[in-house]
């Protein structure tokens, strides 16, 4: 069996029954050429994990997104824990280096399948959760998922702010607003944008960033206080 020090080590975690952590590593293929080595492979485990990661993806969004809808909520984490994103974590982890697995996969590139890769982490979480409890786990998920988190964010922000300006106009102006560039200046490695947004000849704000849709973002933000000063002033 594998040495699974060095993969605690890059978990930074410490079991306390360690073979729990070598069940998750034991692929089907393993079990079928070698009976009677293992007592089942990590199929369960991963149907376990699966259910975890969603949780923890899930309680994370309600709490930090309250203005997400049930609907939203559900494209979100579906895109987070897609396949493609649990794969590189793993690849990140050389989880595959770990795995027990049949001959005839290995020699198939069975070790750097995605979905081979994306199980074997939903079996490694439901490992650490059986083994550390809840806690532990939540903060694993969420230092692996934190770049995917940050990447939401910031694709919520760029949503918002123009799509309220959206609402906002169209239900007062019956128009809808247009955004020009105005003004980029510095070299082309480090571009700033200047963008405005407007209704007709008038112009509602004006944003700045490293790239158009940052600028336009910034503009929609301060057309929306101008406006909201407008409307309440």
Avoid at 143 to 166: C, F, H, P
């Amino acid at each position: 069996m594998s040495d699974i020090h060095l993969l605690q080590e890059s978990l930074n975690v410490r079991f306390k029954s360690p073979e729990v952590l070598e069940q998750a590593l034991v692929h089907s293929s393993y079990l079928n050429e070698y009976p009677g080595t293992v007592s089942a492979s990590n199929e369960r485990l991963e149907f376990l994990g699966d259910a975890i990661l969603d949780f923890i993806v899930a309680e994370k969004l309600y709490q930090d997104f309250p203005d997400l809808a049930e609907g939203e909520m559900t494209r979100v984490r579906s895109a987070m824990v897609r396949r493609e994103t649990l794969a590189q974590i793993a690849k990140a982890l050389k989880l595959g280096n770990y795995l027990y697995m049949g001959r005839g996969e290995e020699a198939g590139g069975g070790r750097q399948k995605p979905a081979n890769l994306a199980g074997a982490l939903e079996a490694v979480i439901a490992a650490v959760f059986l083994d550390r409890g809840l806690a532990v786990v939540r903060e694993l998920v969420l230092r692996w998922l934190a770049g995917e988190l940050q990447e939401l964010m910031t694709r919520k922000g760029e949503v918002d702010y123009k799509s309220r300006l959206q609402e906002l106009i169209q239900s007062k102006y019956r128009a809808a607003p247009l955004y020009r560039t105005v003004q980029a200046t510095g070299p082309d490695h480090d571009k700033v944008f200047t963008v405005e947004v407007q209704i007709g000849s008038r112009v509602l704000g004006r944003g700045y960033g490293k790239s158009k849709k940052v600028a336009e973002t910034e503009a929609a933000r301060n057309a929306l206080e101008q406006l909201r000063n407008d409307f309440t002033g």
